[in-house]
């Protein structure tokens, strides 16, 4: 997944803003602008790397004389001890830079990290883990790339990539009498051309009259592997499935061996613990 070097600099911009750089106190109050150091990143966990350019961008957005060598690049496993990269020049910007690189780093690492367990967890087997649209507000395109770098695929990037008929969609479609069938040839016709139509059931014989009416892909919500299989058997490779709800790494494995084809987590991304990284200081 390539990453967009303007929206990405809208971002650091935006968190460096945040931060007051600018206005950093204690830096300018103490440190000399002519003093000069150089700092590294270092592993306290492991986990897989997600967010070094990220974390590199944000030190050169800040001072563009700094230099920043990476060592372990994104998608590399890391662990407890590692040198992720260096970077040298003026300490003060360092300073003023260096807890927003490592929000970056720490948060996309986490997900990236929490994303490789699932996949593992589901090694063999012919499902692919998906992400959410659970995502930080803001921060979609950064945590849905650390998903990629962690080796799960991306869901929807957004409301106009494919045609999704959630729960609430059909509760308001039976209030108007309009039926699944119909709902889905409107949606056939009116939508962009090549667009896949997705419906959100609850249970086995919904999902059978899901791929009757036509969608191409069942979201199986929040329901046991027993009832995953039947629907798997009653849809009979007429449609793609998708399990959804209630999936956590204990379980994985056994919603993966129903037969679905994906499983969508939304705890990749608005839940994940942030990986311990740190920034020290080389001869202070």
């Given at each position: 997944?390539?990453?967009?070097?303007?929206?990405?600099?809208?971002?650091?911009?935006?968190?460096?803003?945040?931060?007051?750089?600018?206005?950093?106190?204690?830096?300018?109050?103490?440190?000399?602008?002519?003093?000069?150091?150089?700092?590294?990143?270092?592993?306290?966990?492991?986990?897989?790397?997600?967010?070094?350019?990220?974390?590199?961008?944000?030190?050169?957005?800040?001072?563009?004389?700094?230099?920043?060598?990476?060592?372990?690049?994104?998608?590399?496993?890391?662990?407890?001890?590692?040198?992720?990269?260096?970077?040298?020049?003026?300490?003060?910007?360092?300073?003023?830079?260096?807890?927003?690189?490592?929000?970056?780093?720490?948060?996309?690492?986490?997900?990236?990290?929490?994303?490789?367990?699932?996949?593992?967890?589901?090694?063999?087997?012919?499902?692919?883990?998906?992400?959410?649209?659970?995502?930080?507000?803001?921060?979609?395109?950064?945590?849905k790339?650390?998903?990629?770098?962690?080796?799960?695929?991306?869901?929807?990037?957004?409301?106009?990539d494919?045609?999704?008929?959630?729960?609430?969609?059909?509760?308001?479609?039976?209030?108007?009498?309009?039926?699944?069938?119909?709902?889905?040839?409107?949606?056939?016709?009116?939508?962009?051309?090549?667009?896949?139509?997705?419906?959100?059931?609850?249970t086995?014989?919904?999902?059978?009259?899901?791929?009757?009416?036509?969608?191409?892909?069942?979201?199986?919500?929040?329901?046991?592997?027993?009832?995953?299989?039947?629907?798997?058997?009653?849809?009979?490779?007429?449609?793609?499935?998708?399990?959804?709800?209630?999936?956590?790494?204990a379980?994985?494995?056994?919603?993966?061996?129903?037969?679905?084809?994906?499983?969508s987590?939304?705890?990749?991304?608005?839940?994940?613990?942030?990986?311990?990284?740190?920034?020290?200081?080389?001869?202070?």
């Amino acid at each position: 997944m390539r990453l967009n070097n303007k929206i990405i600099d809208e971002l650091i911009t935006r968190a460096l803003a945040e931060d007051c750089i600018g206005r950093d106190v204690t830096t300018n109050a103490l440190i000399k602008d002519n003093w000069q150091g150089q700092a590294y990143f270092l592993a306290k966990a492991e986990g897989v790397l997600a967010g070094i350019e990220i974390a590199r961008r944000v030190f050169i957005k800040t001072d563009s004389s700094l230099k920043f060598a990476v060592l372990i690049k994104d998608g590399q496993e890391i662990k407890s001890g590692d040198i992720i990269a260096r970077v040298n020049g003026r300490l003060s910007s360092i300073l003023k830079a260096e807890r927003t690189a490592l929000n970056f780093l720490q948060h996309l690492s986490g997900i990236a990290t929490e994303t490789s367990r699932y996949v593992a967890a589901v090694k063999g087997l012919p499902v692919k883990i998906l992400d959410t649209r659970k995502t930080t507000p803001g921060l979609r395109i950064l945590e849905k790339y650390a998903v990629k770098t962690g080796g799960g695929q991306n869901h929807r990037m957004d409301l106009s990539d494919s045609i999704l008929i959630k729960d609430n969609h059909l509760a308001i479609l039976h209030k108007q009498r309009i039926s699944l069938k119909e709902a889905i040839a409107t949606a056939t016709q009116k939508a962009p051309a090549k667009l896949k139509i997705e419906v959100e059931v609850q249970t086995p014989q919904a999902a059978k009259q899901a791929v009757e009416a036509g969608t191409d892909i069942i979201m199986l919500d929040n329901m046991n592997p027993a009832d995953m299989k039947q629907a798997v058997k009653l849809v009979n490779k007429r449609a793609s499935i998708e399990a959804s709800g209630g999936i956590t790494l204990a379980n994985v494995r056994a919603v993966a061996e129903t037969g679905v084809d994906y499983i969508s987590i939304g705890a990749l991304t608005h839940s994940v613990k942030a990986l311990d990284i740190s920034l020290e200081y080389e001869d202070i």
